[in-house]
């Protein structure tokens, strides 16, 4: 498991249970995916507060950013975070 420390304007990555006198590095790739249309885009109100479900579009979006993904990252992922 990795843990961000932060410091200098540079972020870096460190193992957890690593001592401090050497740091292993490894490159690290962050993917953002942003969730499909909900109802209330599609009706242009204000939303963050509460969830809404996905319009049809946003279901439709879903599906093809899963399917995408599965071909880009066949080996899946090693944390996913959700907000």
Known sequence: ???A?????????RMMGEGTQHHSRRQVQ????RHGETWWNRERRLQGQIDT???DLGQEQAR???A??????PDGFDIVASS
């Open 68 to 73: 995408r993904l599965r071909e880009l990252y």
């Open 30 to 33: 962050v993917v953002f995916v």
């Open 64 to 66: 093809i950013t899963g």
């Open 53 to 55: 479900d996905l319009s």
């Open 1 to 3: 498991q990795f843990v």
């Open 5 to 13: 420390k932060r410091g200098s304007p540079n972020l870096s990555l």
